[in-house]
């Protein structure tokens, strides 16, 4: 099995060595590059890809919530962080998982776990034989909304509308939440729940393909909602939807 690519970002040598040594000895992940000073990485980053970042939060000049920020195509990302109470803020930042210093090899293991799961998702991979329905049951997601984290079921979403910098998801309740997210981002987060069932069908529509009630114009119809599907994504979503 071909290994996972990834890099480190961490300040620390110590730190960077430790980490190198995880992942050497998971036989999962090659390392490709070990920065101590994130500038470097961002630019790294901007000219090369890769599978995972491991990356430390509190650094100088440049901060690793500063540089997963910045990055428009961010890899898929594990926090190393001296906080153990960095979970809301992982989450608000679409990490994978976060690991809290000093790192435990079976805790790094885990981690590194959840990425290959969350990468699997992204090239649509489902879980375990499970239909795509049974994949996404009754799970929900958290969405920050000014300075509280929400509770969305999967199944009460009908489609999620781009706002600028924000994303409005449309519920089948009539319920309209505002997020501040990029579509890239809550596509992601959508896929690591339930794979292959929420798709971009429009630079500024993701869809439920389960709430699809019929195609008509060049438009997906679901409720009295006629969303157009754009050029870019309307082979792809066409060849999907048998595979209901």
């Keep these: 099995m071909k290994k996972l690519s990834c ?37 790294f980053l901007n000219e090369e890809e890769v599978d995972i970042m491991f990356l430390d939060i509190e650094m100088p000049q440049l901060s690793g919530i500063e540089l997963l920020k910045s990055l428009k195509n961010p890899p898929a990302t594990i926090l190393v962080t001296a906080n153990p109470n960095f979970a809301v803020e992982a989450f608000e930042l679409d990490a994978v998982d976060y690991i809290v210093k000093p790192p435990e090899f079976h805790r790094f293991l885990k981690a590194l776990n959840k990425a290959q799961s969350f990468l699997k998702g992204m090239h649509g991979h489902k879980p375990n034989g499970q239909s795509q329905e049974e994949a996404a049951g009754n799970q929900e997601i958290f969405v920050k909304i000014d300075q509280k984290l929400v509770k969305v079921r999967l199944n009460d979403i009908m489609y999620i509308e781009a706002m600028a910098d924000y994303v409005v998801i449309h519920t089948t309740t009539g319920r309209q939440l505002v997020v501040y997210s990029s579509m890239k981002n809550f596509e992601a987060e ?55």
Excluded: W
């Design 7 to 43: 890099i480190i970002v961490d300040d620390n040598p110590v730190m960077t060595t430790i980490l190198r040594g995880f992942a050497e000895k998971s036989g999962i992940v090659e390392c490709k590059q070990v920065f101590n000073n994130p500038q470097e990485a961002y630019s």
């Design 190 to 244: 959508l896929e690591k729940h339930a794979p292959g069932r929420f798709r971009r069908i429009h630079r500024s529509y993701i869809i439920d393909r389960e709430k699809v009630e019929a195609i008509e114009d060049n438009s997906v119809v679901i409720g009295k909602k006629y969303i157009p599907i754009g050029k870019t994504y309307r082979e792809e979503f066409l060849n999907q939807l048998n595979k209901l």
